[in-house]
């Protein structure tokens, strides 16, 4: 397989694996706002999402990773002295370390929803799907902007803004909900 295949094939499976990390944090909402409905009504949505999660996990999210991982290291491989001595790629694997983590804290959370074990809010749920997004973005950059500089500035702008996002939710929040 040449380059450019073994590349447009890490490049389709990033977006499915990104797909399904963000499709499955927004089940996790849902199921977790399900567990404040009436018994019947619960049980119905909770087993409804209990399939979707699992489908959506084992099927499209999790192969999707590693198929990721071995189109990617194997585009390393082809062309490891660019690549490794690349310091924008150092910051990209560091991003994609911090990806690998994130997809196994959700395998967590859809192991522990399967238990009927709920430690997350729906709001802390909400937040912790900008994780990916965060990633998603820097990673882009990186991969776009390489070793310009200006991909720093982007990154740490959008960072901010994601910061500013969130601070002004909470005190919309606040201002919302009646004392």
């Known amino acids: 397989m040449d380059f450019d295949t073994i590349k447009a094939l890490h490049i389709i499976f990033v977006v499915s694996w990104f797909a399904g990390l963000f499709y499955i944090v927004r089940l996790f909402v849902y199921h977790t706002e399900a567990q404040e409905k009436d018994e019947v009504e619960k049980r119905i949505l909770s087993t409804q999402f209990e399939i979707m999660e699992k489908r959506l996990w084992w099927i499209i999210t999790t192969p999707a990773m590693v198929l990721t991982l071995v189109f990617g290291t194997w585009m390393i491989v082809l062309n490891t002295d660019y690549y490794l001595q690349a310091s924008w790629m150092h910051i ?75 601070i002004l939710i909470k005190i919309y929040k606040r201002l919302r909900t009646p004392n």
Request: one cysteine or more; a positive charge.
């Open 92 to 166: 990209k694997l560091s991003f994609v370390a911090l990806l690998l983590v994130y997809h196994f804290v959700c395998q967590k959370i859809l192991f522990n929803f399967t238990k009927g074990n709920f430690n997350w809010k729906s709001g802390s749920l909400r937040l912790w799907n900008e994780v990916a997004t965060l990633c998603l973005v820097a990673i882009v950059f990186l991969v776009s902007l390489k070793d310009a500089m200006n991909w720093i500035k982007g990154t740490v702008g959008f960072f901010a803004v994601a910061v500013g996002l969130m």
